[in-house]
Structure formats: structure tokens, C-alpha cells
């Protein structure tokens, strides 16, 4: 799905630099699929393990049901997400062996938690699978460590302060999440309460004595949602310290997240699987780059500088304020923003004749829509890049594309979500 990297930092190369330009020259005379080929070998050797070592033991596994796979060797993981990519993906074309994951523990930079209550006291924790019954978590395998503190922090402190649970039976209570944003390179953090009124009692004292205890914590926010939903955010927001947001470095560029912009939970995956995306659509200077989906911008802007052009379509507007800021501060004056329906935007596009080369598109969990590969299509682009986390959705669209006389080139599995069943999907698809 729709975000850095520490120990393979040093090893980008300076693919991207501040002058944009970028290592075109290895593209000349190249099929640019080469080095993922290669590479693709290089991690299959890797991930053969020697003995089965299991990777974690989760206490909350069978309740929480967020860690199908904790108690499976990492490699075993590994194989059954590549089978079952190639399951379902196989006869569209070649499967490639999957991209795992150097460290498939601690990657979750975005907590969510959920209070209630339970014998009269305040808990906090995890949905159990398929239900609002809350599972208390003291230890989580995938989520920050750094996060997973401050929200056993926060729960004393609401306790301490007398802050009351929201039941979602009454609709009595006042708090009703804590979501915690990291930043992977920068450190940053961002804590949002949401609650069910605006008033927060003591705010300012809450803040204060949660900073002396996580001074790492950049800007707190409250959110205040008080609609009977599943829905964690709510439409307002106060600033109760810091700046509001967040900034975190991927790929070079540095980017502005918001309390509910999308941004991929694991940052150090994240930047393999953005350079295998660029690498997959082999960008020219003269071409023009169509981001659907783009969020806060960050697919669209590490591939400008190997663009002529960029634009980035994105229905939230909160993501599309970011990718602007995200655009300025970067010094990247070949992107465009629009908060807009991509489907929609490519038909209006398509009336104006303009040309679009290359697509990348991210949907979101249940996968694109007919309506909108009708539109891509329509444009005519030499090339898209699908990146899908859901492979079922994914197979779906890939049959509309055929239609539409859109080949398959490559398909790479990506370990985006350690631990669990899911698994992040690439395809390159051309027009025959």
C-alpha cells in the first residue's frame, strides 16, 4: 500500500541528488530489470535459513490476530507469501522470488490503541480480531518501541488524571483512541488523543507531565470525533503542543505527515520498495508522470527528478496540503498537486489531450476500481506501475488491464508486513 532506511543508507549511492539528476546513464543500453533480477537471486540465497529459528513469541497472538505468522521462521513466512503471490498472480506473468525484510520486528511506525473499560477500570489496547473487544497489549512485535511506550505511558497518565473511557455501548466517556506517528529518520513523534468532546480536561497539565516523561515527543494533538463509528479520526483538531505534524526522510526528500495523511508503516522497506518501482518504470527526463493515489506525495516526488513531469491526483485533502509543503521545502518545482478523484481527473485530462506516460498507482487495500482503470487506460500511458497489498484485489484489476490489452512485464512480492499474512505487490504492466 501507500511512507527510511538505516543500514542500507549508505549503500543508495546517491541515486538522487540535490541536482536531480540521477544515475540515467545505467538505463542506457540496459533492460532496467536486470539488477532486480540479480538482486532478486541475491535475496532468495539470503533468506535460506540454517536452522528453524522462530522469529517471535507473541503472547496476545491467538486474540489480537494481528500476527498470523509470528511463530513461523521468518524464511517459512517468507516462502508462503511468495507461493501464494504466485497462486494467484502466476498467469499474469513472472513472479519474481520475494523482497524480505533484513529486521521483521519493531517496523510499525503508526500505533493505534483503543481505551475502554473492563471490571471498572481503564484499559487500553488492541481490537480483538473481527470485534471491539479490546485486547490489553503490553509488548507489541511490530509496532516502534518508542511508540508502543508512550502508549503504556498515556494510560497511566489518563488514569492518574482521571480521564474517563469512552464506552461505545452508552456513549458515555471521553476518550476513545491514542494513535502515535514515528518518524524512522528524524525521530520525531506525534501523539493524538481523540476524544469525544473538545473539552479536555487539565490539557495543559496533561501535556506537561506526558513531555517529562517522553521528551522525544514532538506535537501532541487532539482530535475530537464524537460520531457512533468505526471510524478512529474525527473531522476537527486543536494543537495542544508542537507544530501540529510531524517530518520524516525517505529516499532523499524530506516529508510532512499529518495526523491522517497515508503514509507506508515501514519506513526501511518502504525506501526498497519505491527505488524497485523506479526502477521497474525506467523514467526518462522527457516523460510525464501521472501519481495516482499519491498521498502525501512521496512515489511522485522521488520519481521527478527523473521525470520531465509530475502529477500527483489524491482525493484527502489533508495528504494533498502536505504533498504541496512536501513539494516547496523539497525544491521540486516539476510536481503538481490535485485533490480529486483519480478516475475523474484522467477522464478531464483525457479531453485536454495532454499526455501521460507512465502511471504509478497505490490503491488502497480493496484495490482500484473498473471505473478508474477504464480511465488509465484511456490516456494511453506506455507503462504502469501497479503496487497493490493486496494480491486477491490485485488479480482482479490485472484481469480488467488484459482487457484492456495491458501485459504483466514483472511481478514482485515485497515483505512490507513482517509477521503478518499481508504482502505488498509491484507490477509493471505495458500496453501491447
Given at each position: 500500500m501507500r511512507p527510511g532506511k538505516s543500514s542500507e543508507?549508505?549503500?543508495?549511492?546517491?541515486?538522487?541528488?540535490?541536482?536531480?539528476?540521477?544515475?540515467?546513464?545505467?538505463?542506457?543500453?540496459?533492460?532496467?530489470?536486470?539488477?532486480?533480477?540479480?538482486?532478486?537471486?541475491?535475496?532468495?540465497?539470503k533468506m535460506k535459513p540454517g536452522p528453524p529459528v522462530k522469529t517471535a513469541n507473541c503472547t496476545h497472538r491467538k486474540r489480537c490476530g494481528g500476527c498470523q505468522y509470528s511463530e513461523l521462521p521468518y524464511a517459512e513466512q517468507l516462502g508462503i507469501k511468495e507461493k501464494r503471490v504466485r497462486r494467484l498472480l502466476g498467469a499474469f506473468g513472472p513472479v519474481q522470488p520475494i523482497v524480505g525484510a533484513e529486521e521483521p520486528l519493531y517496523y510499525r511506525n503508526k500505533v493505534t490503541a483503543s481505551f475502554g473499560f473492563r471490571n471498572g477500570k481503564t484499559i487500553m489496547g488492541i481490537y480483538e480480531q473481527s470485534t471491539h473487544k479490546i485486547v490489553p497489549i503490553d509488548h507489541c512485535l511490530i509496532q516502534n518501541r518508542e511508540a508502543d511506550r508512550v502508549t503504556h505511558i498515556i494510560r497511566k497518565l489518563c488514569i492518574s488524571f482521571k480521564l474517563k473511557a469512552y464506552d461505545e455501548a452508552t456513549g458515555y466517556g471521553l476518550l476513545r483512541h491514542v494513535m502515535i506517528r514515528t518518524a524512522h529518520r528524524t525521530g520525531e513523534i506525534m501523539v493524538v488523543l481523540v476524544t469525544v468532546s473538545p473539552i479536555l480536561p487539565s490539557a495543559k497539565n496533561f501535556v506537561k507531565a506526558l513531555r517529562e516523561r517522553c521528551p522525544e515527543i514532538t506535537t501532541v494533538i487532539q482530535n475530537i470525533n464524537p460520531q457512533r463509528t468505526s471510524m478512529v479520526l474525527g473531522p476537527r483538531e486543536k494543537v495542544l503542543f508542537g507544530k501540529g505534524y510531524i517530518e520524516d526522510v525517505l529516499c532523499g526528500l524530506r516529508f510532512r505527515i499529518s495526523s491522517g495523511s497515508f503514509y507506508q508503516v515501514n519506513p526501511v522497506q518502504t525506501e526498497r520498495l519505491y527505488q524497485t518501482a523506479l526502477a521497474l518504470a525506467g523514467l526518462k527526463k522527457t516523460e510525464i508522470v501521472l501519481d495516482a493515489y499519491c498521498g502525501v506525495g512521496t512515489i511522485g516526488m522521488i520519481a521527478s527528478q527523473f521525470a520531465g513531469e509530475v502529477i500527483g491526483?489524491?482525493?484527502?485533502?489533508?495528504?494533498?496540503?502536505?504533498?504541496?509543503?512536501?513539494?516547496?521545502?523539497?525544491?521540486?518545482d516539476n510536481i503538481s498537486f490535485y485533490a480529486n478523484d483519480a478516475g475523474v481527473f484522467l477522464d478531464d485530462l483525457s479531453r485536454t489531450g495532454k499526455r501521460i506516460d507512465v502511471i504509478f498507482m497505490d490503491p488502497?487495500?480493496?484495490?482500484?476500481?473498473?471505473?478508474?482503470?477504464?480511465?488509465?487506460?484511456?490516456?494511453?500511458?506506455?507503462?504502469?506501475?501497479?503496487?497493490?497489498?493486496?494480491?486477491?484485489?490485485?488479480?482482479?484489476?490485472?484481469?480488467?488491464?488484459?482487457?484492456?490489452?495491458?501485459k504483466a512485464e514483472v511481478i514482485i512480492p515485497v515483505d512490507q508486513f513482517p509477521l503478518t499474512e499481508h504482502v505488498e505487490t509491484m507490477v509493471l504492466l505495458s500496453r501491447k
Open positions: 543508507a549508505g549503500n543508495e549511492k546517491r541515486r538522487m541528488t540535490e541536482s536531480g539528476k540521477s544515475g540515467s546513464k545505467k538505463r542506457e543500453g540496459k533492460d532496467p530489470l536486470d539488477s532486480l533480477r540479480i538482486g532478486a537471486v541475491e535475496e532468495e540465497k491526483v489524491e482525493l484527502n485533502g489533508d495528504a494533498v496540503r502536505d504533498a504541496k509543503v512536501n513539494a516547496r521545502q523539497n525544491q521540486i488502497p487495500r480493496t484495490g482500484s476500481t473498473e471505473a478508474f482503470i477504464e480511465s488509465a487506460c484511456g490516456v494511453r500511458p506506455s507503462r504502469i506501475v501497479y503496487i497493490s497489498c493486496n494480491p486477491e484485489t490485485l488479480a482482479r484489476d490485472l484481469r480488467i488491464f488484459k482487457r484492456y490489452r495491458y
